[in-house]
Structure formats: C-alpha cells, structure tokens
C-alpha cells in the first residue's frame, strides 16, 4: 500500500564540488562537470515541483566543504525559495563535508526550511500539502567533519506520526580504510 504523501531523500550533492585533476580534460567537458553538481540540484528541484512531492530530505553533504562556496549557498537558498513557494517541507542535515560548523554566509532560509542541530537528535514535523500530519522526520548534524560518536544511538522514536523517516550521514563500521566519520549502527 503506498503512503498517503509522497516525499525525496537525497544526500551527497557535494554543491559546486571543484572536480580537481581535471586540467587535460577538454575545456567544454571541464566546465559541464563544474557545473553539473548545480545543476543536479535544479533538477532535484524540478523533479518535486513536477511530482507535486510533500517533502524533501536532504541528509548530509549538501556542500562540497565545511567553508561552502558562496555559489553554492546561493544556488541552494533560490532553490529552497522554489520548493517553498510550490508548499514543499525540506529537511537538512550536514554531514562531514559540510559540518555546521563551517563558514557560511548570513543567508536567509524560507520557512519551509528545517536544519537539524547538532547537539541531540531533533525531530521536526512533515506535513502533506493538503496540511495532514504525513511523518515525523529525526536528524542530528554534524557539527565538525570528524564526530566519534555513534550519532544512531541517539535516535528515539516519538508516538502519534504514521511514518518515521530518520536521517543522518555516516560510514558503515568495521571497513578496512574509513575515515574517522563516525558509523550509523542501530547496536553500540
């Protein structure tokens, strides 16, 4: 049975990524790849307005770098602008490549527009467009690109939604080679 509201999760947009190592590929190629991150996020854009989707959640490394572009930040506020105007919820966490607490410019967000904080695991309401209450959304970003704790644990669910939609950003435990991003594993 499909639920009664409609949302998109997406996560690694790694906005205006610089795409380094790039200087013996073809200028014209060059500049499609520096500018398809941005242009993805359109197209995300695009794809809710279309699909007439209630909500968005977009968890964790949405900018390609704690000090994110002002490009970047720019392109994201006229987006969340769009999707505020159509009556689309967005939910944001920040992940390692884009912790809260890198620079940012001073921008205004619409108030359609949920950044969960850092220090426990928030949970903000997810409406459909028609006003019913459709799921509860939980988040916790991260504050610096290293976190050692395991920010799953933190998670406890809340009665009266028909749906529950956590979100955080993470590496699976125990692989040989992981950075010091800290894994979302449901036992400590």
């Known amino acids: ?19 380094r ?16 991150t941005l242009n993805a996020l359109d197209r995300l854009v695009d794809t809710v307005l279309r699909e007439e989707l209630d909500f968005v959640v977009l968890s964790g490394d949405l900018y390609d770098a704690a000090d994110r572009s002002l490009r970047a930040q720019l ?28 620079r940012s410019a001073r921008l205004d ?3 359609n527009v949920h950044v969960f904080g850092t220090e426990e695991v928030g949970c ?16 916790i970003s991260y504050r610096e690109a290293a ?20 979100s955080c950003t993470a590496t699976s435990t125990g692989c040989k080679g992981t950075t010091t991003m800290r894994p979302a594993s449901w036992r400590s």
């Open 1 to 19: 049975m499909q639920p009664p509201f409609r949302f998109m999760h997406a996560a690694d947009l790694h906005l205006d990524s610089p795409f």
């Open 21 to 36: 190592g790039l200087s013996k590929v073809p200028y014209a190629v060059r500049e499609r790849l520096k500018n398809s």
């Open 75 to 102: 392109r994201m506020q006229r987006a969340m602008g769009r999707l505020a105007e159509a009556g689309a919820q967005v939910f944001v966490v920040h992940g390692n490549h884009d912790p809260s607490g890198g």
């Open 109 to 111: 967000w619409p108030a």
């Open 124 to 139: 903000a309401p997810a409406y459909t467009r028609g006003g019913e209450l459709a799921a509860n959304v939980y988040g």
């Open 147 to 166: 976190v050692k704790d395991n920010l799953a644990l933190r998670y406890r669910v809340r009665e009266g939604a028909p749906f529950t939609s956590p």
